[in-house]
């Protein structure tokens, strides 16, 4: 009886199973490190599952960058209309929050995942837990290694579906690239995706204001530009509105060694408005009650005018108001990769063919976090999930029958 094995147990994996599974006469076996599956997936919905998004599609693919060519392909056969379908076979609703999001009816992953574990027994799926793979023998078979010792298993079809390289303790640690580099497979270095940034805050800045949000501003990069909140950490910032922007400032931090991170603290307010209310008479106003009283500018975004603006800019009304609208806030570093939401690099598409296979490896297809793409936060992430193993499911499923 053919076997397929699906290595990885994350949204990607479990997909690939659902589809694979649905021929009679397969057996499946899901391998997976942890001592229980889909570890990321239920810590990534405990604030809130956001599953999809509700944008039209071609935004939505546009969402992926410069993999955008090679994702579309995937969100054709399974995209997020296709997505809240499945969901609902399940037995669960979804609807689309104020910001076209799309969540879960009870917002949680938990029940979700406990319907589609429970689906996927009563078709035959084998689950193996605390089984980490370590790569093929010299004949061929897969290499894991268990509480009891290291077993192999010979599969017609392998389905690598491990995730990226962040959050190790969940299981998503990386320890397959050098296994498949050392197979010729072109990887791109994994690096942090929807991640915080460090900031050379002075200690008095630090001690005072780490933990707090500064909302409402608008920050940019270069052409990006998006307006929301983030929050002040003893290293530097990290939020919503950070993670939007994380691509473009490490690209940057990566191209030119520095990047800068533009702040709008007045939204809503032109500079024009701003010059005229700044040149209100101060009176015996300290400064910071003269820019809470004419400008509503106060606590730590006041606190982030004096960590960046010189003595001469804070005086002259002009500069001080430039500054407003337009402070630049220096990054140094990228949190590290395991801190971060989400990976970039990864299994390049031009080592696969159209199908997700491994062109010097047949019968070995890749899905999920592993491929080189990335995406923002906002249900694009695990879409993209779901839609290639969705496809990897469909291809490997028929697999054996070929010539």
């Known amino acids: 009886m053919p ?52 944008e039209p599609l071609p935004a939505f693919v546009a969402r992926y960058g410069a993999r955008a060519p090679n994702i579309a392909p995937l969100l054709d056969t399974f995209g997020p209309q296709a997505l809240r379908e499945w969901i609902a076979a399940l037995g669960i609703e979804t609807f689309v929050g104020t910001s076209g999001r799309v969540f879960p009816s009870e917002m949680k992953a938990a029940p979700l995942l406990r319907a589609w574990l ?31 010792g290291e077993v192999a298993l010979q599969a017609d079809v392998v ?52 933990g707090q949000p500064v909302k409402p501003v608008v920050a940019s990069i270069g052409q990006q530009c998006q307006q929301g909140e983030f929050n002040i950490t003893e290293n530097g910032i990290e939020g919503g509105l950070i993670y939007a922007l994380s691509a473009p400032l490490r690209d940057a931090l990566e191209r030119d060694g520095r990047a800068s991170l533009t702040l709008d603290l007045a939204p809503g307010r032109s500079l024009e408005r701003l010059i005229t209310e700044l040149s209100r008479p101060q009176g015996r106003d300290s400064l910071s009650n003269h820019l809470r009283r004419r400008v509503g500018i106060e606590g730590v975004k006041a606190a982030l005018l004096r960590e960046f603006c010189s003595p001469e800019t804070l005086t002259v ?32 598409f031009e080592a696969l063919n159209d199908q997700l296979m491994l062109r010097e490896m047949p019968a070995t297809f890749v899905a999920g976090e592993m491929l080189d793409w990335e995406a923002p936060t906002g249900g694009y992430l695990l879409t993209a999930c779901f839609a290639s193993g969705y496809v990897v499911g469909l291809v490997a499923r028929d697999w054996w029958a070929k010539p």
Do not use: Y
């Open 3 to 54: 076997r397929v094995a699906i290595i990885g147990a994350g949204p990607a994996g479990l997909m690939a199973a659902e589809q694979t599974i649905a021929v009679n006469g397969v057996n499946v076996d899901i391998f997976d490190a942890m001592p229980s599956v889909g570890r990321k997936f239920l810590m990534a919905g405990k604030g809130g599952m956001n599953i999809t998004h509700s």
């Open 118 to 148: 429970q689906r996927l027994r009563a078709a035959g799926a084998h689950f193996h837990v605390r089984h980490r793979w370590l790569g093929w023998q010299d004949d061929g078979r897969l290499r894991f290694a268990t509480p009891q």
């Open 159 to 210: 389905i690598l579906a491990l995730g990226g390289g962040s959050w190790a303790q969940l299981g998503s640690d990386g320890a397959w690239v050098p296994l498949l580099e050392a197979r010729g497979v072109h990887i791109q270095p994994l690096r942090p995706a929807n991640c915080g940034f460090d900031v050379a805050w002075s200690n008095h800045f630090r001690e005072r204001f780490a």
């Open 317 to 348: 009304t002009s500069s001080l108001a430039a500054a407003i609208k337009a402070l630049e806030v220096p990054v140094i570093a990228t949190r590290p990769l395991d801190e971060a939401i989400s990976t970039a690099g990864g299994v390049c």
